[in-house]
């Protein structure tokens, strides 16, 4: 079957099952962090400097998280971030529960886990790739990854809203901390080819960094991909840390109605996942890349302008159709452009853009939201989303020949086949 076909690889299903499970519980925590700092502080500002504090390490640490996850076994490296990401759910669960929380806490293991997810995230991008016995099947075990992700944010918030309104946030930490054994349990039962994890050449780790950066940047696909990146996640997908307030002030309900909101950009993202995933390959991609930003922008800007909850959810089903249309492809045509003994390094600099801004993006709009206004804030983050759309488009013509050699290449080269 076409739109389950990365699931043929053993190595990819227990990866695919053990994160379904795992992510479920990272949307809850998400979920119960945002609601936590709401209810704590009733501030805008606080939201997004919380928010700021657990992003962060990624711009810091991401490129040194390039390179060690392509000189090193990324395997081991994915489950010691695992077992770490659960230790600090505990505790926040632990905190919770005891009724001993503060927001200095919340602040330093909000750091704490942004320091795991720096050298997680660009780590598990890359290794993806080490899952499949073909190669080809890449663009399909990505969106499958996507529609994972985003059946956990449909999943995750909704389960969340009734767990906070009946038994408080602590639960959605401690059920997050349980959910980490089924990725771990899954990472361990995997049988990884050693050869995929060999030190690629000779150079220092400072050497390699250099050269992925100058890799980079003289590739444009991958220069303008992570360009624009960078943009939509500082300024338009920090919209997710006001969505409190919508909640709580603008429409006027609590944590369920939050768990609303987030369940209809999950069901937007999901419906964007499937499309991508029914994908044969990745050709014509790189036109999906500038229209969804188009329809992302204009989704937020409609939502900033309503208000009236129902009208909300389905602006923002096209809000996280768009989303995840752009993620998802940006990803994959990374992937397929970049060299194999480059990937690590380039992986880090889409967590730096994609992960690293969103520090910035959530401080920006915590401050804005505080001086402007949330909507008005959220009607901006919209009006740059679709001129930094343009901008791509525009630039499309001098990235054709990249993406055309890149199809050929992977569809052609007989070492997509692992033996």
């Not at 073909?134 to 009734?162: E, Q, V, Y």
């Not at 990146?229 to 939050?258: C, E, R, W």
Request: with cysteine.
């Amino acid at each position: 079957m076409t739109l389950l076909r990365a699931l043929n690889h053993r190595n990819y299903r227990l990866y695919f099952a053990g994160q379904g499970i795992s992510q479920m519980g990272t949307w809850m925590q998400i979920m119960a962090m945002s609601w936590l700092v709401y209810r704590l502080t009733h501030s805008p500002f606080m939201l997004g400097a919380i928010s700021f504090s657990s992003q962060i390490p990624s711009l810091l640490l991401s490129p040194v998280a390039g390179v060690i996850s392509d000189r090193f076994n990324r395997h081991k490296i994915i489950i010691t971030t695992q077992v770490l990401s659960m230790f600090q759910a505990a505790t926040l669960a632990a905190l919770v529960l005891t009724n001993a929380v503060q927001i200095w806490q919340l602040f330093l293991l909000g750091f704490c886990l942004g320091c795991i997810n720096a050298f997680d995230m660009p780590t598990r991008q890359s290794f993806v790739i080490d899952l499949l016995e073909d190669r080809r099947d890449l663009n399909n075990a990505i969106a499958l990854n996507s529609m994972m992700i985003n059946i956990a944010r449909l999943i995750g918030p909704t389960t969340a809203g009734i767990l906070i309104a009946l038994v408080g946030e602590g639960y959605c930490f401690l059920i997050n901390a349980v959910s980490f054994v089924a990725v771990i349990i899954a990472l361990v039962a995997m049988n990884i080819r050693p050869a995929h994890f060999a030190a690629r050449t000779g150079k220092s780790g400072w050497e390699q960094m250099w050269d992925g950066y100058l890799y980079a940047f003289n590739c444009p696909p991958i220069k303008y991909m992570i360009a624009l990146m960078a943009v939509v996640s500082m300024v338009g997908l920090s919209f997710t840390v006001l969505m409190p307030i919508f909640a709580g002030g603008i429409f006027a309900g609590g944590p369920h109605t939050l768990g609303y909101l987030m369940a209809a950009i999950g069901v937007g993202a999901l419906t964007g996942g499937i499309h991508l995933a029914s994908r044969k390959n990745a050709v014509g991609l790189q036109k999906v890349i500038p229209a969804a930003v188009a329809l992302f922008g204009f989704a937020l800007v409609m939502f900033s302008q309503t208000r009236h909850l129902g009208a909300a959810l389905a602006v923002l089903f096209f809000a996280g159709l768009g989303m995840i249309l752009f993620i998802s492809a940006t990803n994959t045509l990374l992937q397929t452009v970049v060299d194999d003994d480059k990937r690590g390094r380039v992986m880090s600099l889409y967590t730096m853009s994609f992960m690293g801004m969103s520090p910035f993006g959530s401080f920006l709009a915590g401050s804005l939201a505080s001086h402007i206004g949330t909507p008005e804030t959220v009607l901006f983050s919209g009006i740059v989303c679709i001129i930094g759309a343009g901008i791509f488009a525009l630039r499309l013509q001098f990235m054709q020949q990249y993406f055309v050699q890149a199809f050929q290449r992977h569809e052609t080269n007989p070492d997509n086949i692992i033996h």
